[in-house]
């Protein structure tokens, strides 16, 4: 578009009445000149006729000294009917004193939602433990508004979305997404005064979200452990074995740093947890164990060292579902040796080639427990478990023992109003007994002795501690083992 000073020297003006076939008649103007026509029924409506024949509905007024031109559109898209009902409205907006132009100019400049989440980041991501959360969040179900100016997001929109996305993922993943949201605009409102209009997350009711209580089964922790021992990855072995063991946070297990423990003590220190406080962690024996035996090698400060920019390990995901995958495939073969009556030989002979395809033999026992046996296969399943679940698991395990609920959040250190005040009164010592027996308990029904982390680092090759107990644990009556719980 020429400037405005550009196109009132090569324009010339024109009054005629408005009409279909008047503005089709038009003709095209030479190359870099414009044609302006005035409609002589509504005020200040004209139509601007390019090189090209292009024919564009304005309206142009002189505002305070200044001459304002709103675009309506083209020719023949819009009638004349329909540009002289909107040039009314214009005029009648000019009336009141308000200004469309101005109005639009300022439009133009109102920042986009990526625009606000990017001055949410640099102004409050410096004070998050995790940024990347929100970041993921964001760019997971958020950033399709991305583009959006925040006054056209409106309050409707969000709460069909946040439905939405809770029938898709889950009511947590929906009330996370919808929390920040409403963050980021009360920000912008309240706190950084960079937005004058509403919250449109403003009085959306979250989500009932209910309460995750899985955890590892009597019945599943044998094969779990075997498929721990099984795996190539010792750093995935050891942190997977230290999660049960101790019951802490992923995020704290990753970034364990040797200046933090005290293993002649059997005490972990962790400088911050998820409460933001820090916590004074007892290893049992068998944690303890686990640490020895990883040593403190090259001087590298991590217990768990990484290759990316923190230095140590973040998130063991395509590990995580290589240990399912592989508790999966050992109780299949333990289901398929119990229906089919397979001896010791058959089951460490079998068990050896499937764990070198576990995909494919997955499929095949399923397929054969199905077809021959009629057995659901989808019970033997580790989907919905999580790696959090293994700080569940402790804190289900010493329930089992018989430790408090006092005990158990201690344990975990959970902070709650209530019994935070408790927790704090208690010694290390009840703590230490009971996250004890606890995981001696667990190793006890994964047929784990005392002594014997140094045989499970070195189970890949499954001779004879894969198929032993794979073969008691097919002779075990479920119903046996339900009833322990």
């Given at each position: 578009m ?32 414009r ?8 005020r ?22 200044r ?14 009917e329909?540009?002289?009902?909107r ?27 990526n ?7 640099s ?12 970041k ?10 991305g ?57 959306i ?7 995750r ?6 019945a599943?922790?044998?094969?779990f ?21 101790t019951?802490?946070?992923r ?13 002649d ?83 460490h ?28 296969t ?8 999580r ?5 569940r ?27 935070t ?9 009840p ?42 644990l ?12």
């Amino acid at each position: 578009m020429l400037p405005r000073a550009e196109e009132n020297r090569l324009s010339r003006a024109t009054h005629i009445n408005f009409t279909k076939t008047a503005i089709a008649a038009l003709p095209a103007v030479a190359a870099e000149q414009r044609a302006t026509y005035y409609d002589v029924k509504t005020r200040g409506l004209v139509i601007l006729v390019t090189p090209r024949g292009a024919k564009t509905f304005y309206v142009r007024r002189k505002i305070k000294g200044r001459t304002e031109r709103i675009h309506i559109g083209r020719f023949p898209e819009w009638t004349v009917e329909r540009a002289r009902a909107r040039a009314d409205e214009i005029n009648a907006a000019f009336g009141r004193g308000d200004n469309p132009a101005e109005a639009r100019r300022v439009g133009r400049a109102e920042m986009t939602l990526n625009d606000l989440f990017a001055e949410y980041i640099s102004r409050n991501g410096p004070h998050l433990r995790r940024p990347d959360k929100p970041k993921n969040n964001y760019r997971l179900y958020l950033g399709h508004w991305g583009g959006r100016k925040l006054s056209t997001i409106k309050h409707h929109e969000v709460d069909s979305w946040h439905k939405q996305l809770a029938r898709g993922k889950s009511n947590v993943t929906a009330n996370i997404a919808l929390k920040l949201l409403h963050v980021m605009f009360n920000k912008a409102i309240h706190e950084w005064r960079i937005w004058t209009g509403d919250n449109p997350a403003h009085g959306i009711r979250k989500l009932r979200e209910k309460s995750r209580e899985r955890f590892l089964q009597p019945a599943e922790m044998p094969f779990f452990m075997m498929a721990v021992a099984a795996e190539p990855n010792s750093d995935l072995r050891d942190l997977i074995q230290l999660a049960l063991l101790t019951g802490a946070r992923r995020a704290n297990l990753v970034s364990m740093r040797w200046d933090q423990l005290s293993l002649d003590d059997q005490l972990w220190r962790i400088p911050e947890t998820k409460n933001g406080t820090p916590q004074l962690l007892p290893l049992s024996p068998e944690a303890t164990q686990v640490l020895r035996a990883r040593g403190h090698a090259n001087g590298c400060p991590w217990v768990f060292p990484g290759t990316g920019t923190t230095g140590h390990t973040i998130e063991p995901k395509r590990g995580w579902l290589r240990i399912k995958q592989r508790t999966e495939l050992l109780r299949l073969v333990a289901a398929a040796a119990e229906w089919g009556g397979w001896r010791e030989e058959e089951i460490h002979t079998y068990t050896e080639r499937a764990l070198l395809n576990c995909a494919e033999s997955i499929e095949a026992l399923r397929a054969e427990l199905k077809q021959q046996h009629g057995v659901d296969t989808d019970q033997y399943k580790l989907q919905d478990l999580r790696f959090h679940d293994l700080r569940r698991t402790l804190g289900s395990w010493q329930a089992r023992m018989g430790a408090s609920l006092a005990i158990i959040g201690k344990s975990l250190h959970h902070k709650s109003p209530v019994s935070t005040a408790v927790y704090a009164r208690l010694d290390l010592d009840p703590v230490r007994a009971s996250i004890d027996r606890a995981t001696a308990a667990m190793w006890k029904a994964a047929g784990i002795s005392e002594n014997s982390h140094d045989s499970t680092r070195e189970a890949c090759d499954l001779s004879s501690q894969l198929h032993l107990r794979a073969t008691t644990l097919a002779a075990r009556d479920d119903r046996s083992v339900a009833a322990t719980h």
